[in-house]
Structures are given as structure tokens and as C-alpha cells.
């Protein structure tokens, strides 16, 4: 059972109760309704790549692993898109679908482990969000069983479905809804070409606005990312991409698509770039020099990995305007809290991921690195963003959850899981903080005087 | 333009029906009227309700409220280069922000560029009972909590009042080109297929007996692209797209029932008859024809899609095809969620009344 105790989120762990690895839907409907009649919890997993602990098992409940549902069983070039079964892992859709000139857009740093059925429960993102979109914009319809055992199909194979849109719902539902059994991705044209540029900053700051500059230049890039000081050396001391390690920030600019279209956007964004103070510019010339200077980012979090024992990796999203301002605060947090941080994330989209790093074997490091999470994602909210742009809610994010949302729209959210799951059953203390959480947590956390919550009793 | 905020007695007179199990008629500028179908209920009017809230073009992000004219939007975006992607219909000059989105339309450049729906980022709502809540936000990337933004868009006003919706908008390419084909409808459909996926710079893909490519992007991108298909500079092309959007092209009068099929592309409808206007690559068909509902539900299901009587002299002719019992029983208790008294817009979402 050890292998199933806990997801990529390894400090906390659970064993369950039993471990089922069903092959067909028609299995999966069986542990369902017996689940069901005997109201036993029931936890999906797919790969166990999540970072939120949102496949955390429950000690009284099954673990239900849909790892055997491993299946590409159709790609349709002319309909430009892949009928999959949901433990399908995510790059193994593009590389299906590549000799038809067809790929699928979402790409989560995790794509060669994560599954599909995953990355609809967690709404994954990536790096390609900006311009692609997240998975919500990518799937066009899920097949799913509820925990009644009824199959229920959501979206169609065209670009909308009838009915009220649930397949918005499901898409980032991390499990709470139903058990999802088969997906159908949108696939795309793969781009003719992409091209990158790497700038360097001597300031946080200026980096932070030329982020911003390269958007109001009417520029959508395929990928625009930040690295902050601290991680440019670790990374260039990992993979030795030729990174500027004096810069304060680097930020990559990726463009993609036809020839002249990128050479267009290249050029625009090479002045832009330079014209917010860029003290280096450098384009890739072919494609091993953008694979190299992708290399650095992509390696960035084992980059860390090997500069200190443990690392916590942050998720917010804060609006593009108040990046400079939130890491300057974030860079306050860390003197305040002792432990370094390193900023390498998705600046296109504002989807932070401060690396928290710190030493486990050092007693209380690690509920002080949560803490110092806690905060980050708090400030996330304060500025106008959210706790969570990709990784999901799951358990670990239950907290500032109370923060973002009021006890109107969180009653909602539990009415709404109500309406697919009555008994409560399917990944049961996830994602939605109850209200007596909130009222503790808001109990510590009192903003300007106003108590969250006031007509709850303090427990 | 006027900017009011009129939340608070929105959602008292909601309060105040709720109350009383008074049914609700939620009205913007009327202009899709007959796209929602006959509803009962007291008129409530959101045209007070109006105002941008919030525009940041470096944040590609626009709120507003619900009663601002949908003209007022897109004229302020045009002024720093940007528009709505999706390119919503408006069928009327008093079109409101608010009944765009309870609509959920979108227009020619739909399969490239996202849908209305796709460009939703966060909404606040009245709902049943009377009760203002928030739901996603103003970033491009949130996934805490469902995601009850989307789940509005598109439901008619059923699931409650929007007060304001957040959108992510987009710069204005820098150049466009409509190119037209003599072409026959079975010509039409591999055209669109090879054309729709193959990574040029396509914004709209429609056939009326001529097949209509429109290009859009860098000027250098656009000019390759032209030289690398082909055929003809089409004639008064705005004229062309608008009047696809607006459906002020010639195929949408008269008085047969106008149906919108959503369909896989390459789909075929196999021998549904009447006459066709293609749109969307192939993805979004409009059939005029006499033919029985259930013929035309029943080709569109096996074609993979669904198919929406979208237009019709008759008030009671059934405007969707009955989900799946399960699904139906799903949408009513999704519904109470929000309603549970069901005032809001009575009759409008038959498949979950």
C-alpha cells in the first residue's frame, strides 16, 4: 500500500484502507456503487504528479487508480482531435498525434508523467497558457461516472455542448464530482516555427515591466517567463545553458508559428524588450540554441533541489501590473521568515512559483516554510489574484482558500458538490474548506479589524 | 456612456420576488429576445446597471457591468487596439454586456481565437435568493474552487443576475485579408479541414455557395499566406463577415425554421435536408428546413454534436433535444443550487426545469 500513500506532494502522507486498480468502466461502476452502498470514501489517482496533495488518500477510504486506463483510442485528424482514456499521459496525446502535423497545447512541467484525467481535475496549465490556454480551453468532452455509478457525458465532439456548460465544472473539480473515464482532447496545428529571446534585467523591476510592456505591444507569446537571481545561478550551475548569472532577472520570450509571423513578433518584442532597460538581448538563431535556452527553465526546480536539502513549490496568480510589487514583498517574507526564495515562474499570465527553500531535518523549517506559503498566497489575494493558478487547491491550499472566498461562495461550492456527490464520498476533504476551517483560520489571520465569518461559533 | 451601479437593488427586488415565489424576467436591450424563447415573470431591467469597471489593456482584462451596451465595449477597446477574440453577435443595436454572456454566442473567429465562454475569467452574480457573490477573478490563470464563471455563460440568466463578468480580450491583428473561392459544398468541406488545421493564420472559414477564408496577423505573415493559397481578394469583406455574425446575410430571412448545428468539422449530417450556410470550418452549420425536430436532433447526436432550433415562428416548438435522465436530473439540482425556487427567467432552460 506504501506506493499509494501520498502524491507529489511527499509531506504528507496517508495510507488507505484499500487500493483498487480496475481495468474496465464497467469495474469502476462496480467499486463505485459498492462504495456508494456501504458509503465509503473513494480518492482518484492517475499518475500522483499533483502538487497540491489533491489525491491524498483517506485512511478509511479507497484509493482508486485509473492507471490501467492507459488507452490513446482515436486520433481524428480531420476533426482535429484524440479520444483517450484518462490515465493516458499528457505528452504521449502530442506524440500520437504528431504524425498527423497535430499536437496538444497544455503542457504542465510535468507532461511526461501526468495523465490526462489528471490534468482535467486539476484544470492543468504550463508554460503555453497565455496564447493555448488551460485544459478547460483544450477539452472538448468528458465521459464520466458519477458516484452512483451513472455515466454521464458532458461537452460533444463539436466546439460546444448542450445544456449548462458542466464541463467547465468538471475541468478543475479535482476529483470531487465524478470519476472521469474518457476524454476528448482538441488537438492543434504544430507551429511552423518557434523562436526565443533572452533578456537580461539588472532589476527586478524592470524586468517585471517589460513583462508587462511586451503585452501592450499587442503581443501574445507562446511562453513569457521570468528567473530571478538566485535561480539563474543555481540553474546555469545544473545544465550550463551560458546564462547571465550578474542579471537580476532573465525573462524568455517565446513566439511560434509561421515564418514571417514570428519574425515579425521576434523583432517587435527585441525592442521592447530593450527599450524597458534589457542590458542583454539574445535570440536564438536555431533550434538547438532555444532548446538550450529552455533547458535552464525547465530545469529549474532540480536546479534547486540540488542547492538545498528540501524546497516548497508556491502557486498564486497575482495580475501582470503587480508582479514588481509582489516579489519585493515576497523577497520582505523571506528575510522575515529566514529562508531563501527563488522566483522562476510563468510571467505571461502572472502564475507565480516562489521556491521556498528549506532543511526538513531542521525541526520546525518545514511548518515554517508552510507558513511562509501561507503568506505568499494571501498577498496573491490582497493584490487582486488567486491561491491557485495550476497546481489545484487540494489540501494544502484549504487555508488561503478562506481568504479568496466569502461563506456565501464557499457554501455554494459545497451545494454545488452536493448536486454530483449527496453523500459526500468522492476525494472528501479537498479542494473546499469547510466553514468551521475558515473560522479557525480566520480566527489568526484578522484583516483591518474585520473577523471572517462573524456568524460562526469559534471552536 | 452612463456608469451606475445598480447591485443593490438588483439584487433586493431578486430578494424581494424570492420572497413572494414571484417569477423573474430578466431583460438587457431585448436584442436576443427570441434566441432565449418566451419566458415568464415581472420584467427587471439591468440596463441601470452599466459602466466599465475595470480595463487595463496591458492585463488584456475588461469588466463590466451587465447592462452596458455591448457597443460601449468594443469602441473602448478599439481605442487602445484591442477587441473581444470571440466576436460576439449582437442581433440589435441595444445589445447588453450581460445578455451577450448569458447567451454565450460567439462569433466567426470562434474556432481560432476561443469562445465567449473561453474568455471568461470571473463573474458576480444575484442569484435566486437574492444574494451578491463572486466567482473567479480578473487573472488568466485561476483554478481555486469550481468554476461557476464558465458555468454562467451561456445559461440564459437561469443560474442567476450577472452583475459584472471579466473577460480577457485581444489586440487587433495588424492586417486582414478575406480571400473567396468558387467552390461546391463538397469541396468546401476538405478546403475547410485542410485549411482549418494547418496552422496559417485563419480567422474565419465560412461557405454560402462561395467559400470565404479570412487571414489575420503580421502583414508579412499575411501576404505569405495569401500567396501560398491563392484564389480571389473577396469583395466588401466586412460586409461578409458582419453580416455572418449579425445574421443580416441574405440565407437568414424568410420564415423557415433556422437551426444552428454544432458539429465536429469533418462531420457529416448524412441526409438532413434544406438549405446550408457552413461556418466555423465546418464546426458550426445553419440549416433552414421544414424538416421534424426530432430528424434534426437525431442527425446531429449521430453526427456527434447537438443541434439548437435557433429561430423559429412557432413558440412551442421544443428548441433542444431532451438530455439523458441522468444529465436532466443533474441540471434541475444544479439549478436549485443557485435558484431553488426557480424565479429566475422560468421556462428559459427547459432541460433543467
Known amino acids: 500500500m506504501r506506493p499509494f500513500e501520498c502524491d507529489a506532494l511527499s509531506a504528507y502522507t496517508v495510507l488507505p484502507w484499500l487500493a483498487v486498480l480496475p481495468e474496465t468502466v464497467e469495474q469502476v461502476r462496480a467499486v463505485l456503487r459498492l462504495c456508494h452502498s456501504q458509503s465509503v470514501p473513494v480518492v482518484t489517482r492517475g499518475a500522483g504528479t499533483g502538487l497540491s496533495g489533491g489525491a491524498l488518500p483517506v485512511a478509511e477510504g479507497v484509493l482508486l487508480s485509473l492507471a490501467k486506463f492507459n488507452r490513446i483510442l482515436e486520433v481524428d485528424p480531420a476533426n482535429r482531435l484524440a479520444r483517450v482514456q484518462p490515465g493516458v499521459r499528457n505528452l504521449a496525446i502530442s506524440e500520437a498525434a504528431a504524425p498527423f502535423g497535430l499536437y496538444y497545447a497544455p503542457d504542465p512541467s510535468s507532461q511526461v508523467a501526468c495523465t490526462i484525467g489528471g490534468n482535467v481535475a486539476e484544470n492543468s496549465g504550463g508554460v503555453h497558457c497565455l496564447k493555448y490556454g488551460l485544459t478547460v480551453h483544450n477539452v472538448l468532452q468528458v465521459t464520466l461516472l458519477t458516484i452512483e455509478g451513472e455515466l454521464l457525458t458532458l461537452g460533444s465532439l463539436g466546439l460546444d455542448g448542450p445544456g449548462y456548460d458542466l464541463l467547465a465544472l468538471i475541468n478543475g473539480s479535482e476529483g470531487l464530482l465524478g470519476v472521469i473515464v474518457e476524454v476528448v482532447v482538441k488537438l492543434l496545428p504544430v507551429p511552423e516555427t518557434a523562436r526565443t529571446v533572452l533578456a537580461a534585467f539588472d532589476s527586478i523591476e524592470a524586468a517585471s515591466e517589460a513583462v508587462a510592456g511586451v503585452i501592450s505591444a499587442a503581443l501574445v507569446p507562446a511562453g513569457l517567463e521570468m528567473m530571478d537571481n538566485l535561480t539563474l545561478r543555481a540553474t546555469e550551475a545544473f545544465v550550463h545553458a551560458g546564462y547571465p548569472v550578474e542579471a537580476a532577472a532573465v525573462v524568455l520570450c517565446e513566439m511560434d508559428g509561421m515564418v514571417e509571423q514570428v519574425e515579425a513578433e521576434i523583432a517587435r518584442a527585441r525592442t521592447v524588450l530593450a527599450g524597458h532597460g534589457a542590458v542583454e538581448v539574445r535570440e536564438s538563431r536555431d533550434e538547438a540554441e532555444r532548446r538550450k535556452f529552455w533547458a535552464g527553465r525547465k530545469a529549474a526546480f532540480p536546479a534547486i533541489g540540488r542547492i538545498a536539502p528540501d524546497y516548497y513549490c508556491i502557486d498564486g496568480t497575482i495580475p501582470r501590473k503587480r508582479l514588481a510589487e509582489v516579489l519585493g514583498r515576497i523577497g520582505e517574507l523571506s528575510e522575515r521568515y529566514g529562508l531563501a526564495v527563488g522566483n522562476v515562474f510563468h510571467a505571461g499570465d502572472g502564475n507565480l512559483h516562489p521556491l521556498i527553500l528549506y532543511d526538513a531535518s531542521h525541526p520546525g523549517e518545514l511548518e515554517r516554510a508552510e507558513a511562509l506559503g501561507e503568506e505568499i498566497l494571501v498577498l496573491c489575494v490582497e493584490v487582486g489574484g488567486t491561491v491557485t493558478g495550476e497546481h489545484g487547491v487540494g489540501i494544502e491550499k484549504l487555508n488561503p482558500m478562506c481568504v479568496q472566498f466569502g461563506t456565501a461562495e464557499l457554501r455554494r461550492f459545497h451545494a454545488l458538490k452536493a448536486a454530483f456527490d449527496a453523500g459526500g464520498l468522492l476525494n472528501p476533504g479537498k479542494a473546499v474548506p469547510t466553514l468551521a476551517r475558515c473560522a479557525e483560520f480566520g480566527r489568526v489571520h484578522v484583516h483591518g479589524g474585520r473577523l471572517r465569518h462573524p456568524e460562526l461559533e469559534r471552536f | 456612456m452612463r456608469s451606475l451601479d445598480d447591485s443593490e437593488n ?249 437551426w444552428r448545428l454544432s458539429l465536429p468539422p469533418a462531420a457529416d449530417t448524412g441526409r438532413l435536408s434544406g438549405a446550408w450556410l457552413i461556418d466555423w470550418g465546418g464546426a458550426q452549420r445553419w440549416l433552414r428546413t421544414d424538416a421534424d425536430p426530432d430528424e434534426v436532433f437525431a442527425a446531429a447526436q449521430a453526427a456527434g454534436g447537438h443541434a439548437r432550433l435557433f429561430r423559429t415562428l412557432n413558440p412551442q416548438a421544443p428548441r433542444c433535444a431532451p438530455l439523458a435522465p441522468a444529465l436532466a436530473a443533474l441540471h434541475r439540482r444544479v439549478r436549485a443550487v443557485f435558484d431553488p425556487a426557480g424565479i429566475l427567467n422560468r421556462g428559459l432552460y427547459p432541460e433543467a426545469a
Open chain 2, 10 to 258: 438588483l439584487a433586493g427586488r431578486v430578494a424581494e420576488a424570492c420572497a413572494r415565489g414571484e417569477p423573474l424576467r430578466i431583460q438587457g436591450g431585448g436584442s436576443k429576445d427570441f434566441y432565449a424563447g418566451p419566458c415568464t415573470g415581472q420584467p427587471l431591467s439591468t440596463r441601470t446597471h452599466s459602466g466599465i469597471v475595470h480595463y487595463e489593456p496591458t492585463e488584456l482584462v475588461l469588466t463590466a457591468r451587465s447592462g452596458t451596451p455591448l457597443t460601449a465595449i468594443e469602441a473602448v477597446l478599439a481605442e487602445s487596439g484591442q477587441m473581444l477574440g470571440f466576436e460576439p453577435p449582437h442581433f440589435g443595436s441595444d445589445a447588453s454586456w450581460g445578455g451577450t454572456v448569458a447567451c454565450g454566442l460567439s462569433g466567426p473567429r470562434r474556432p481560432w481565437a476561443g469562445s465567449l465562454r473561453d474568455a471568461v475569467l470571473g463573474c458576480r452574480i444575484v442569484d435566486g435568493r437574492g444574494k451578491v457573490l463572486s466567482f473567479g477573478g480578473q487573472v488568466m490563470k485561476n483554478v481555486a474552487g469550481f468554476d461557476v464563471s464558465r458555468l454562467m455563460t451561456g445559461a440564459l440568466g437561469t443560474l442567476g443576475l450577472l452583475l459584472e463578468i471579466s473577460v480577457k480580450v485581444l489586440p487587433k491583428p495588424e492586417c486582414e485579408i478575406t480571400l473567396s473561392f468558387e467552390c461546391s459544398h463538397v469541396e468546401s468541406r476538405e478546403r475547410m479541414i485542410r485549411w482549418g488545421g494547418s496552422g496559417l493564420p485563419v480567422t474565419g472559414l465560412a461557405w454560402d455557395g462561395r467559400l470565404y477564408l479570412r487571414l489575420a496577423g503580421a502583414e508579412p505573415a499575411v501576404s505569405t499566406a495569401v500567396r501560398r493559397i491563392g484564389g480571389d481578394r473577396a469583395e466588401d469583406a466586412a460586409g461578409f463577415w458582419n453580416g455572418l455574425r449579425e445574421h443580416a446575410h441574405d440565407f437568414f430571412s424568410g420564415e423557415a425554421d433556422l
